[in-house]
């Protein structure tokens, strides 16, 4: 059974940091891109950025480029997401998710329960 667990989101204020851990297990992670996406009260679950299973390849939304980082360790089967300078506006439930490729729609094969962020200003 696989089973992404995200850990790391809380309250912050504006300019802050944070760094979400999403710990995957039953699946072989090495193999599977990985992914956070956030999803904030009334609006549609987003994409926000992706990294392949060899960890060459990033991709980020445009409104987070450049604060935000996304880094994995294969050898403990964890996804980072490394949030600086953040805003009102990254207030969203954030959730992690795995693939064999990187999509930007919500076409992923699995995923967590996700962690609230709160950016207050």
């Known amino acids: 059974q696989v089973q992404l667990v995200e850990s790391g989101g809380g309250l912050v204020q504006a300019g802050g940091s944070l760094r979400l851990s999403c710990a995957a297990s039953?699946?072989?992670?090495?193999?599977?891109?990985m992914a956070w996406f956030r999803q904030a009260p009334g609006n549609e679950r987003e994409f926000v950025a992706a990294?392949?299973?060899?960890?060459?390849?990033?991709l980020y939304t445009d409104s987070v480029k450049g604060r935000f980082t996304i880094s994995r360790d294969n050898a403990i089967n964890t996804v980072y997401l490394q949030m600086n300078s953040l805003k009102p506006e990254d207030t969203a439930i954030y959730y992690c998710?795995?693939?064999?490729?990187?999509?930007?729609?919500?076409?992923?094969?699995?995923w967590g329960q996700g962690t609230q962020v709160t950016v207050s200003s």
């Open positions: 998710a795995a693939n064999r490729v990187i999509l930007t729609t919500l076409d992923w094969d699995y």
């Open positions: 039953g699946l072989t992670f090495s193999r599977y891109a």
């Open positions: 990294i392949m299973w060899n960890r060459g390849n990033t």
